[in-house]
């Protein structure tokens, strides 16, 4: 009669999300992330900034795979307005969480729609104006304002972007990653574990 013991942790498979990213406020919103999402996923980020290369995001990936069993979705989080980094990023074999021309393009969505071509500069001030919570946004952090205004119209964002042309201006790739969470989430939650 075979065995009806649990597998060994060693032995269970671990997911693990790996966002490769550029700069502090990607990796802020992925900390926010982990404290939302309840999903099986455990979510590593790396702040690279411009240095990304195939080989940085392959021994990045190999550092997390402890075992065989693990499984390692390899994402990167990256601002598509500088012109030398995209051709960079492009060669590389990886899940792309792009935004054209900057991060901001995906909190703006949060709180309007935007369809037209819009410079770094002119988003930023645009994010302002939008709604009385990014007032006085600043890169290096979200208020808890922020942060709940983010949490409260993430689907809607989602919409909004999945509605937008891949790395076209506007443009951004992050509810690709909010999706592989709320549906991990979900399937965790189904089977009671």
């Known amino acids: ?8 942790p060693s032995m269970r498979m671990r997911k693990i999300a790996l966002v490769i990213c550029e700069g502090e406020t ?3 919103y992925i900390n926010l992330l982990k404290k939302w999402y309840k999903s099986p996923i455990r979510i590593v980020s790396h702040i690279e900034g ?15 795979k402890l075992s ?4 390692v979705h390899t994402f990167l989080m990256y601002d598509m307005d500088v012109p030398s980094i995209n051709e960079k990023l492009l060669a590389c074999k990886a899940e792309m969480l792009l935004s054209n021309p900057c991060f901001e393009i995906w909190i ?15 988003l930023i001030k645009e994010l302002k104006k939008s709604a009385t919570v990014w007032r006085n946004y600043s890169k290096t952090d979200f208020t808890d304002t922020q942060e709940a205004f983010l949490k409260s ?3 809607t964002a989602t919409a ?15 509810y690709k990653l909010i999706e ?4 991990d989430e979900s399937k965790s939650q189904g089977t009671g574990s």
């Open 1 to 8: 009669m075979a065995s009806k013991r649990e597998p060994s």
């Open 26 to 28: 990607e990796e802020r």
């Open 50 to 64: 411009t240095k990304i290369t195939q080989s940085l995001v392959d021994n990045r990936t190999r550092e997390l």
């Open 68 to 71: 065989k069993y693990d499984k």
């Open 108 to 122: 703006l969505l949060h709180a309007k729609d935007q369809k037209s071509a819009i410079s770094t500069d002119a």
């Open 153 to 155: 119209n993430i689907d």
């Open 160 to 174: 909004r972007a999945m509605n937008l042309k891949e790395l076209q201006n506007p443009s951004t790739g992050v």
């Open 180 to 183: 592989l969470l709320k549906k």
